[in-house]
């Protein structure tokens, strides 16, 4: 039963990532990068030091780049993100499982949570905020368990927890807190218990306030003036949960998927009523409070989803994201399984009957864009170690999906090869790894690029954008060499499919030329 629950859950998680050797995930190649320049700073060769300055605190996105970095030491930078996604994955279905088990439901209802793991957030690369979600469900599940039965161990899980749902989303982190000092007061009149979780709140608030006192402004929003009701959104619940493939065969697997779960607990809570089970007014009332604490939860999120603006600050894509977790929550929501072993294991063959299928058929798309990714592999074999290189992606076509995958994938070249990149997340100044400012002594940084140039490479002028750089690589279906003309030592050196590849002559003062 456990064995089938795993390999249900390491599939989902990983299958996809294994067919393709580029994920098909948007922003994931330049998370590749951030942690390849976290793990090569000191390396001269790179050229990371002269670019970059690590602001790790101010700007606290670290584990999922921490897990890439450590692997990557032993491993290719793209095996090393893939690794690392897959952790950040496998958080929701544990933390389902754990958050479940706090509520005294049997774990196995965290089978469920894969229903999520490839939803648009996955697919946009919004890892972080994904592995947080989980990390929040498995910080609240803890509060629970301890409050129920404390232990010193696991009030040193719970700190650990929501240290590590601050260092993997610092946004999640005031929820994750909230949703435990909810806990400790729904649940007093059924445990008479509040210090199990107060040094664990406390010292993962001392974390917080430490933060808060060195943030960059990047960091600082305003909130509530931008705070509008958009019942219109209900409208765009399934598209802002799914909808990353093209065709309508995902839509469809969506709708079935969803439909099968609520026959599953139809059926499963109906035999859990035709069981019947005594329990204590406490044991009542804890149900009862933890069922609250999720429920309300839920509802802070569902609130934030018909609530938010898209933009906040330097974050995009802000309210539609709040549907995965109302979601994944709700998951918690559902009637525990019957008692005995055939009913569980009957269970976990059915649910993964459902998240499988939907699996395979992501399996399919990645295998689709692994292909699609070809010529770009061929492409990176003409670029040396550390290039200052500039890239446009004008062809945003060919993938099996409505995201713009190759948009951000030749930061694969930074993440694998070091140099320079035209774009660059660090302009933004809310990642681990900020650029350094451009007029300080011994910087050598790109120079800063008009907002959405990623979107739109038609602005790129040779004589304004392209100076700094020795390599240009353009994603085009006809020859983009008429975009060079303003500067004839760009000259296309080679072509692999889509790519197209330039390189600039340089004289050298002591004679000669520079290729």
Known sequence: MWLIALVTVGYVVCAPLLVARYPMMTDLPFHAANASILRHYFDPSWHFQEQFRPQLLAVPYLSFYLVAAVVMSFTSAVTAIKVATAVMLACLPIGLAVLCRGMGKSPLLGVLGCMVVWGSLTHWGFINYVGAIGLFAL??????????????RTAVGLFVALAAVFFTHP?????????????????YPSTHRLRPVVMPVVGALFVFFAWWLVKPPMMETELWSNLTFDAGRAREWLPSLYGSLSGPEEGRAVKRMLLQVALLFVLFGGLRLLQGRERSRRARS??????????????VFLAIYFTFPTVLGGWWYVWPREATPALFLALALLPDLPRGRGFRLLFVGLAAGIVLPFTQLQVRAFARFDEAT???????????????????????????????????????????????????????GATPMAYRPRDEPGAMVPPQVP?????????????????????????????????????????????????????????????????
Request: no cysteine.
């Open 139 to 152: 910080a609240t599940g803890l509060a629970f368990l301890q409050l129920r039965r404390p232990r010193r």
């Open 171 to 187: 946004f999640r982190f005031p929820f994750a807190i909230a949703a435990v000092v909810a806990a400790a007061i729904l649940l």
């Open 286 to 299: 804890f149900g009862w409070g933890a069922h609250g604490v999720v429920a309300g939860s839920a509802l």
């Open 374 to 428: 070809k010529d770009f592999t061929a492409a990176m074999e003409h670029l040396p170690h550390a290039p200052k290189l500039l890239y446009l992606v004008f062809d945003r076509s060919g993938a099996p999906t409505n995201r713009a995958v190759f948009m951000h994938l030749p930061a694969y070249v930074q993440a694998e090869r070091g140099g320079w990149l035209s774009f660059h997340f660090a302009d933004f």
């Open 451 to 515: 907002v959405r140039w990623e979107w739109t490479p038609e602005v790129f002028d040779p004589k304004i954008h392209g100076a700094f750089f020795d390599w240009v690589l353009v994603r085009s279906k006809s020859n983009p060499s008429p975009l060079m003309f303003g500067d004839p030592s760009l000259q296309l050196v080679a072509r692999e499919g889509t790519w197209w590849i330039f390189h600039r002559e340089r004289f050298l003062p002591m004679g000669g030329w520079h290729r």
